[in-house]
């Protein structure tokens, strides 16, 4: 096990059009994040799941976008009709449990031309 | 409300001075806080929690509830250090983390 990783890295997608991001976190880890990071900006929370239940969502997650961990193992996070204000990078972390042990991942830099 | 704030985006220290890279935060509770440091062309990774108390790298950090501030110190800078700088802070119960917009230290050799 590398990690979490993200996939893909970088993604360029038109104005209107949807879009998917994968996470894979550590295996054994139960706990998985999604953050938003933009420029200039240090990381937002944007929700967390613990196995396959989605927790908690922030009030940044508008309703163009839904993340999914169905078997408590990966995870998605798909917007949709994307804007330019979504330009951002997109970071996964996992935890066993607790703050102490989030591994991120390197994160999916989405443009929005 | 902004709940971390990093005064200085940007901090230069030669190498052997000392650093202090500034992190103040907003909560009335218990907070736990964090650093995370970002190497270039790496992930995002801890580098200390205050809970733990400990010395990672040289740095230490000391939670100072009366002034509300968690400053990252280091006696002695060295080029390794040049990085980016989160602080972070989590409220009592909390699964999620409040960043800072970063401090970017550069030292110079």
């Known amino acids: 096990d590398t990690g979490v990783s993200q996939d893909p890295r970088h993604k360029i997608t038109k104005r209107g059009q949807n879009v998917t991001f994968r996470c894979d976190p550590i295996?054994?880890?139960?706990?998985l994040y999604w953050y938003r990071q933009t420029l200039g900006q240090g990381p937002e929370f944007l929700t967390y799941?613990?196995?396959?239940?989605?927790?908690?969502k922030s009030r940044l997650l508008s309703d163009r976008f839904s993340a999914e961990r169905p078997k408590g193992s990966f995870s998605t996070l798909e917007i949709q009709r994307t804007e330019q204000g979504d330009s951002a990078m997109y970071l996964c972390?996992?935890?066993?449990?607790?703050?102490?042990?989030?591994?991120f991942g390197s994160g999916t830099r989405l443009t929005v031309v | 409300a902004q709940r971390v704030t990093q005064p200085e985006k940007l901090l230069s220290v030669f190498k052997g001075a000392p650093v202090e890279l500034k992190c103040n935060y907003s909560?009335?509770?218990?907070?736990?806080l964090f650093w995370y440091v970002q190497y270039s062309r790496q992930r995002l990774q801890l580098l200390l929690r205050?809970?733990s108390r400990e010395s990672i790298k040289g740095f230490t950090a000391d939670l100072n509830k009366g002034e509300t501030s968690f400053h990252l110190k280091k006696p002695f800078a060295q080029e390794e250090d040049s990085a980016m700088y989160y602080c972070?802070?989590?409220?009592?119960?909390?699964?999620?983390?409040?960043f800072g917009t970063g401090t970017r230290l550069t030292v110079i050799p």
């Open positions: 972390a996992s935890s066993p449990g607790g703050l102490s042990g989030y591994t």
């Open positions: 295996s054994e880890h139960n706990r």
């Open positions: 799941f613990q196995n396959e239940a989605q927790l908690e």
């Open positions: 909560y009335s509770g218990s907070p736990e």
């Open positions: 205050h809970i």
């Open positions: 972070a802070l989590s409220e009592t119960g909390a699964n999620n983390l409040f």
